[in-house]
């Protein structure tokens, strides 16, 4: 029986499978409380730990040092760690990357540059954190790059095919700070988000440039710590609407949410595992499924769907797990 990765055409690139969700924590406290819900949960996420925001003022060595420890003495198999650093203007920036690189490069699952004001400032960060890690003899960790400025946005498409991307991520507060007043305030939480203009017009941006380059597309967090039910709206909506991946958290309340609504339908994830199974039978010939027939070019599709599902913790059927994901 040959797996779909074998038979399949993929047109483009193809899109990186890293979990749906990543949470950001800014402290020790909070890096080790993460760990310890990472490690006990079901649930398959990331944590970003925050050298920029998270750094006290005047103790920005001493916050990258901590994070490079705790990401060092962390088990990779267990933990996905990933750490977003100082803009590319900030003076801390290539201290951020000589430290973190030089103590914890093997175990660092992606690096998150904030704030660029365009392709020229991303590139050069990526080139001095590619050029510290061959010197420290470690691969570069897959870079994200955080969209914040409207500069950046005007350059996105040539930002996103900067080689050893993975993500890029939209950063919605800084963004709409950056209009001096323009776009009022309400555009920093749903439902102006979803509806002003120009926030509308720059996330679609940002999704057809990562979409375009293999890239998963990241969503702004969602500032409703209390009533679940609107992170998982968000969530929903940025997936099915916008064409978002993931989503990061900044409470560990938003973690499920964010996962469950990042997850494809339950209808078309059977859907999709009926297809798929019958096709693997027909040696990926064409097959005729409810009165409908199908054949490589919509198997594509649904294998999609169900590496979506997989990465979210969808549930998936146990002739699914077997045929497709046991290694």
Known sequence: ?????????????????IPACEHFAGNEKF????????????????????CEDGAPSGREEEHAQMVAKIIASANPNKHRMG?????????????????LLTNAGNNIAYLTIPKPLGYIDAAKTVDYARQVADKAGVALPPIHILIETQSALAEVFKIAEIPGLQGIVFGLLDFVSDHQGVVPSSAMRSPGQFSHRLITRAKAEITAAALKNGLVA????????????????????????????RMYSIHPGQIRPIIESMQPNQSEIVRASEILLAAQQANWGPISHNGEMHDRASYRYFWNILKQAKTTSAALSEAVENAFFKT
Do not use: W
């Not at 040959?2 to 990186?16: I, K, M, N």
């Not at 890096?31 to 925050?50: M, P, R, V």
């Not at 750490?83 to 430290?99: A, E, G, L, S, Y």
């Not at 990241?218 to 991946?245: Q, W």
């Open 218 to 245: 990241t969503h702004n967090p969602c500032l409703e710590i209390k009533d679940e039910s609107v992170p998982r709206e968000d969530a929903r909506i940025a997936r099915e609407e916008y064409g978002f991946m």
């Open 1 to 17: 029986m040959q797996h779909p990765s074998q038979v399949l055409f993929e047109a483009g690139p193809v899109l990186p499978t």
């Open 31 to 50: 890096i080790n409380k993460a760990i310890e819900l990472q490690a006990s949960s079901d649930l398959n996420f990331d944590i970003t730990c925050d």
């Open 83 to 99: 750490v977003r650093i100082h803009d590319p203007m900030h003076q801390h920036c290539k201290n951020d990357i000589d430290i």
